[in-house]
């Protein structure tokens, strides 16, 4: 009875999309032809007679009803073949104990063996000259693992023997054919996998897990880590049933590739974050529920193990590709490597599903402040934002989300003019109240913890500022424009550029809340504010308040009034006029008192114009609040005020503009006639 060579079948690759195997050898036949276009690569190893062993083998091998050989390799392609010569499938028999022949492979388990061994020869998707190869090239094959490349004298490939086994040499190169190109060599090569079995004895029935099968296969060993450290060992090593889509180290190295500097390997994946990122995308891999052998691939959506996430079987050709979230689809290069928990293939690209396509994106996105930098028309505003000084670059180039209004140059250039001949430039900002200044100006400019792309706006929508004012929004004919504080919008001219903490909408003016235009244009304040702001008039103030009869309310009101405001020295002197009974205003502290002292302030005002002195004329008379006239009398540029004693109030304050009147600073306390009498009874 024949030793079984040990081999587990779940390192098998059945081969299923895309194998290849051709041509000729020969120190036996010097007759193969250098090029024919017109056969394909099985039928230029039939017409050999030096590859009869090759064309023997496939057929023996295809006798399992799950393998095609033939058919695959009579197939588009392109492939690149390493073709044993009949005196190499010799001497790997010799090798073997209990195969005498090919027909010696009669069982499915041995027929999976060989289709192993071919598939091992079988390079899919490139026909390589031999001038296309390099010294130490690694080469990856359809039945997953490398094979080397050795130039000397002659051309060698090195299969997975020890060094002390000879490489198989090249003895015909670059044998043309329809669908691909054969180089003759005089050795079998042998895989890993294969060696593993002829090392382990008696062949096992019992299948290892999917795990097993990654830990397994030389070719991948980057898939292997990255189950290890996403902690899917476990899950993977479970009942199932799985169907994995597995990737090979090559697909891993291109991703990392493609992710930049900041991942060299899987190592780089240290963050909670990342190492999610990593098992989502792993489980975008994975079909649970369902061992989906070769034969049972058909086109359309697949649900994986990644919830809500699906990849699509595409038909290409005689065979299937797999469509993921980009635009770039994965080829399988085997199949079929059966698990006691499933099945998996090998693939040739990292599967991305829109998560992982997202944080590539934001990889390759600028942050905010980088996107200014990077736009030439967005210049003034990183300068402001560095002029400033209060580290809003830094925050602008944080995690974000943020939403920035960015103005033009030409919007800074508009508010530079408009803040008048001080300031020329940016630079002008240089004291620590103008930056304070700037700093408003430009977190008016900022959304925090969103990012509101134009589709997220809507009409008459207000959002809260950084700076803490909204901004409004309104829409016309689709264009969005954004409204401040002052009379005129800004108009949003490039939306929607995204970064990769936030998204920037380009506008045409900078935008100013009102805390900015009361700095730039103080508000004119009413005649109590003004009396409150000029040191000289607070027994004025205080008199108002004392009377305790809504004079206060009714000055703050509307207007147009009219006020002769007797500054403090003027309260004095009235108080020294009253005796020792009144020495502060708080002793007018009887109603009747309160009631005089009414009297007397609603005599200093005129209701319903805002007279200027430049409009009073000699002996004009002035009805009063309080209904007693007062007299304006003019000498050249002094004006004097006559009230109803014996001595005129000089003005000399006039024209102190209030937003609802005037004032004019008076040096005495008027008095009426009312305020005399009570004052001085008149005898009778």
């Known amino acids: 009875m024949k030793k079984m060579i040990r081999f587990k079948s779940m390192l098998v690759l059945?081969?299923?999309?895309?194998?290849?195997?051709?041509?000729?050898?020969?120190?036996?036949?010097?007759?193969?032809?250098?090029?024919?276009?017109?056969?394909?690569?099985?039928?230029?190893?039939?017409?050999?007679?030096?590859?009869?062993?090759?064309?023997?083998?496939?057929?023996?091998?295809?006798?399992?009803?799950?393998?095609?050989?033939?058919?695959?390799?009579?197939?588009?392609?392109?492939?690149?073949?390493f073709a044993p010569t009949n005196e190499a499938f010799t001497s790997l028999l010799e090798a073997l104990d209990g195969f005498d022949s090919l027909d010696d492979f009669d069982t499915d388990e041995e027929r999976d063996i060989l289709a192993t061994i071919l598939s091992y020869h079988v390079v899919s998707g490139i026909a390589a000259e031999s001038s296309d190869l390099s010294d130490g090239q690694t080469i990856t094959t359809v039945q997953g693992e490398d094979v080397t490349v050795m130039l000397g004298d002659d051309v060698k490939i090195k299969d997975?023997?020890?060094?002390?086994?000879?490489?198989?040499?090249?003895?015909?190169?670059?044998?043309?054919?329809?669908?691909?190109?054969?180089?003759?060599?005089?050795?079998?090569?042998?895989?890993?996998?294969?060696?593993?079995?002829?090392?382990?004895?008696?062949?096992?029935?019992?299948?290892?897990?999917?795990?097993?099968?990654?830990?397994?296969?030389?070719?991948?060993?980057?898939?292997?880590a990255a189950v290890i450290k996403a902690g899917l060992a476990e899950t993977l090593s479970s009942d199932g049933p799985f169907t994995v889509l597995a990737p090979t180290d090559n697909a891993f190295v291109a991703l990392l590739g493609v992710l930049g500097d900041d991942y060299n390997s899987l190592d780089d994946f240290d963050e909670e974050a990342e190492i999610a990122l990593l098992k989502d995308i792993l489980l975008y891999h994975v079909i649970a529920g369902a061992e989906v052998k070769e034969a049972d691939l058909a086109e359309g959506p697949v649900p994986t193990a990644f919830v809500d996430n699906s990849i699509e079987i595409i038909a290409s050709g005689d065979t299937f590709v797999i469509g993921d979230a980009s635009d770039v689809n994965?080829?399988?290069?085997?199949?079929?490597?059966?698990?006691?928990?499933?099945?998996?293939?090998?693939?040739?690209?990292?599967?991305?599903?829109?998560?992982?396509?997202?944080?590539?994106?934001?990889?390759?996105?600028?942050?905010?402040?980088?996107?200014?930098?990077?736009?030439?028309?967005?210049?003034?505003?990183?300068?402001?934002?560095?002029?400033?000084?209060?580290?809003?670059?830094?925050?602008?180039?944080?995690?974000?989300?943020?939403?920035?209004?960015?103005?033009?140059?030409?919007?800074?250039?508009?508010?530079l003019e408009l803040l008048g001949d001080d300031y020329h430039s940016l630079a002008d900002f240089d004291t620590d109240e103008e930056k304070a200044l700037l700093v408003k100006v430009l977190t008016y400019h900022v959304v925090a913890g969103t990012k509101a792309l134009s589709t997220d706006l809507s009409d008459g929508q207000m959002i809260e500022t950084f700076q803490g004012e909204n901004v409004g929004i309104s829409i016309k004919d689709g264009i969005v424009h954004i409204d401040d504080a002052t009379e005129d919008n800004a108009t949003v001219v490039l939306p929607d550029v995204e970064g990769s903490n936030g998204v920037v909408h380009v506008i045409n003016k900078v935008l100013l809340p009102q805390e900015v235009l009361d700095i730039l244009n103080p508000p004119t304040p009413n005649i109590v504010q003004l009396a409150q702001s000029v040191d000289d008039l607070s027994l004025l103030v205080e008199a108002l308040i004392q009377a305790d009869a809504g004079l206060v309310d009714v000055l703050s009101g509307e207007g147009p009034f009219t006020v002769f405001a007797p500054t403090n020295k003027a309260f004095a002197d009235l108080l020294d006029a009253l005796g020792d009974d009144y020495h502060s205003l708080a002793d007018f502290d009887t109603q009747a008192e309160k009631d005089l002292l009414a009297t007397v302030l609603t005599y200093h005002v005129v209701s319903g114009a805002a007279v200027e002195s430049s409009t009073l004329t000699n002996h004009q008379e002035i009805v009063t609040f309080q209904g007693e006239s007062l007299f304006a009398i003019v000498h050249g540029h002094d004006i004097d005020i006559r009230d109803k004693t014996d001595t005129d109030a000089n003005v000399i304050g006039p024209d102190q503009m209030a937003s609802n009147g005037i004032v004019h600073l008076i040096d005495k306390v008027l008095l009426p006639q009312e305020v005399l009498d009570a004052l001085n009874p008149p005898s009778h």
């Not at 695959?72 to 690149?80: A, K, Q």
């Not at 040739?348 to 390759?364: E, G, M, R, Y």
């Not at 980088?370 to 670059?393: C, F, K, P």
Request: hydrophobic share 50%; with cysteine; glycine share 8%.
């Open 160 to 224: 997975k023997q020890g060094e002390d086994v000879d490489a198989a040499k090249v003895v015909i190169p670059d044998v043309g054919a329809s669908n691909g190109i054969v180089h003759v060599i005089d050795k079998v090569l042998l895989p890993q996998a294969i060696i593993d079995a002829l090392n382990g004895g008696e062949m096992e029935n019992e299948l290892g897990t999917l795990v097993d099968v990654v830990v397994a296969t030389e070719a991948l060993s980057v898939l292997e």
């Open 330 to 415: 994965a080829n399988i290069t085997g199949t079929d490597i059966m698990a006691s928990n499933g099945v998996a293939h090998t693939i040739d690209k990292v599967l991305l599903p829109q998560s992982a396509i997202d944080f590539v994106t934001a990889l390759n996105m600028k942050t905010i402040v980088e996107l200014a930098v990077a736009t030439d028309d967005l210049s003034l505003l990183v300068e402001a934002l560095i002029q400033a000084d209060a580290g809003l670059v830094e925050t602008l180039g944080g995690a974000g989300p943020f939403t920035v209004f960015a103005p033009t140059n030409h919007a800074f250039v508009a508010l």
């Open 14 to 81: 059945a081969l299923a999309s895309v194998f290849s195997l051709s041509c000729d050898d020969d120190n036996e036949d010097d007759n193969l032809v250098a090029k024919n276009d017109a056969i394909n690569i099985v039928e230029t190893a039939q017409g050999q007679d030096a590859l009869s062993s090759l064309v023997a083998a496939l057929s023996k091998a295809d006798e399992k009803d799950d393998i095609d050989l033939i058919g695959t390799l009579s197939g588009e392609g392109p492939f690149t073949v």
